[in-house]
């Protein structure tokens, strides 16, 4: 293999092309569909959900290794 050849999966003749800005930026600007199966779920939804989990979660370990403490202590 000759140096500067691109390595084993390119040829001295391959050709490499890009599509024109104007056609990615229309591709980009065009809306997503919405429908389908599944709703639409909001963001204000999710991340309630997220905190109280969150809230949640610190104590759960807590107590959890309080446990797990005490029981290595009483095994």
Do not use: D, Y
């Amino acid at each position: 293999m000759s140096e500067g050849s691109g390595g084993p999966w390119t040829s001295s003749g391959a050709h490499i092309s890009a599509p024109p800005q104007e056609t990615a930026h229309a591709a980009a600007a065009e809306p997503i569909e919405r429908g389908g199966r599944f709703p639409e779920f909001p963001a204000e939804r999710a991340e309630r959900g997220i905190q109280i989990l969150s809230r949640l979660a610190g104590p759960l370990v807590f107590f959890l290794a309080l446990g797990g403490i005490a029981w290595l202590l009483l095994k």
